[in-house]
C-alpha cells in the first residue's frame, strides 16, 4: 500500500498540509535524521543546487532550532522555530516560521512516525494560524522552484552571450 | 519568440525578490496594487514600480476595472495552483530521495542488534 518512495501531499483541511511517505528503515533512525544537525544537513536541502549554511539544532522542548539555505546563484533563504513536543523516536512537535513568509503566519509542525510494512510511515502536518498563511508557505515551494529554473535561465542566457 | 532581448528581460525581472514574492502572490489569485504592498515594508509608488518591470517582462498584465486595475499573473504554469502544490511536493520528493540514499547508509553502518 505504501510503497517505498511514494510521495503524497494533500490539504485536509483550509489550514494544514499533510505530507506522507514510507521510508525503509526503522524509526529511530529516520527520527535522527529529522533532529541531528549533521544528518539533516545531508538530505534537507531543496532543488539541486542548494547548499545547507546554518543547521543548528537544540533538541530539548523549548529548544529552538535554525536552518539556512544558499543557492549557487547567492539567494538565501532561511527558517527556524521551537521545538514543543520531543517523543523519540516517534513524534517531533514544533512552530515554525520561514523568514520570507509575509503572510505573517506561524505554523505548528507534528512528524509522527509509525512502524509499518518493515519500515517507517512519517505523516507530517503542518497547521498554519489561516488558509493564506498556509496557502504563502506552499508558494515558498514555488518560489524556490522558480528559483530552481531561474538557475538554468542563468545558463542559458550564458550560453546565448558566448555565441554573440 | 524568446529572443535574447526577452529572456534577458524576464532574467532580470525574476532577479528580485519583492518580485518573485510578488509573482508567487499573483500565482494565487489576481490582486489590486494595495493588496500587493501590504505584506512588504515598501511603499505602494515602489510596489507599483516592480509590477512595471514585472509588465514589460510580459509576465503580469493590469485588469481594465478602472479603480482596482488588478494585477494578474501571466503564462499558464505560473497561473495554476496545481502547479504550485505540484512545485511544493517536487522538492520534498528530491529531499526525500537524499533521505532515503541516507537511511540506506546508516542502516549499511549501524549493527543490527542495536535496531530497534
Known amino acids: 500500500m505504501n510503497a517505498p518512495g511514494k510521495l503524497t501531499v494533500t490539504l485536509p483541511s483550509d489550514r494544514e498540509v499533510l505530507i506522507t511517505r514510507w521510508f525503509a528503515a526503522p524509526r529511530d533512525l529516520v527520527f535522527d535524521c529529522w533532529t541531528k544537525p549533521e544528518l539533516i544537513r545531508r538530505w534537507l536541502l531543496g532543488p539541486e543546487g542548494w547548499t545547507m549554511t546554518v543547521c543548528t539544532v537544540d533538541l530539548r522542548v523549548g529548544g529552538r532550532y535554525r536552518y539556512e539555505w544558499r543557492s549557487t546563484e547567492g539567494s538565501v533563504m532561511g527558517m527556524g522555530g521551537e521545538y514543543r513536543e520531543i517523543v523519540r523516536p516517534e513524534r517531533l512537535g514544533s512552530v515554525e516560521l520561514f523568514d520570507e513568509d509575509w503572510t505573517g503566519g506561524e505554523a505548528t509542525s507534528t512528524i509522527v512516525l509509525t512502524e509499518e510494512g518493515g519500515g517507517t510511515l512519517l505523516r507530517q502536518t503542518s497547521r498554519y494560524a489561516s488558509k493564506e498563511a498556509r496557502d504563502g508557505a506552499l508558494r515558498t515551494g514555488m518560489t524556490e522552484g522558480m528559483e530552481y529554473g531561474f538557475g538554468r535561465l542563468d545558463a542559458l542566457l550564458a550560453e546565448r552571450a558566448a555565441a554573440r | ?116
Not at chain 2, 494565487?28 to 512595471?52: D, R, T, Y
Not at chain 2, 496545481?82 to 553502518?109: K, M, P, T
Open chain 2, 1 to 116: 519568440m524568446a529572443s535574447a532581448e526577452t529572456l534577458d528581460a524576464t532574467f532580470a525581472a525574476l532577479a528580485d525578490p519583492t518580485r518573485r514574492a510578488i509573482l508567487a502572490r499573483l500565482a494565487l489569485g489576481e490582486a489590486s496594487v494595495n493588496e500587493l504592498a501590504a505584506p512588504f515594508a515598501m511603499s505602494q509608488p515602489a510596489i507599483s514600480k516592480h509590477i512595471k518591470v514585472l509588465e514589460r517582462a510580459g509576465l503580469v498584465s493590469r485588469g481594465r476595472d478602472a479603480q482596482r486595475r488588478p494585477v494578474r499573473i501571466e503564462g499558464a504554469p505560473l497561473a495554476s495552483a496545481s502547479a504550485w502544490l505540484e512545485r511544493y511536493r517536487a522538492i520534498w520528493e528530491v529531499n526525500f530521495g537524499r533521505l532515503d540514499a541516507l537511511l540506506g547508509e546508516l542502516q549499511a553502518i549501524k549493527p543490527p542488534e542495536k535496531r530497534t
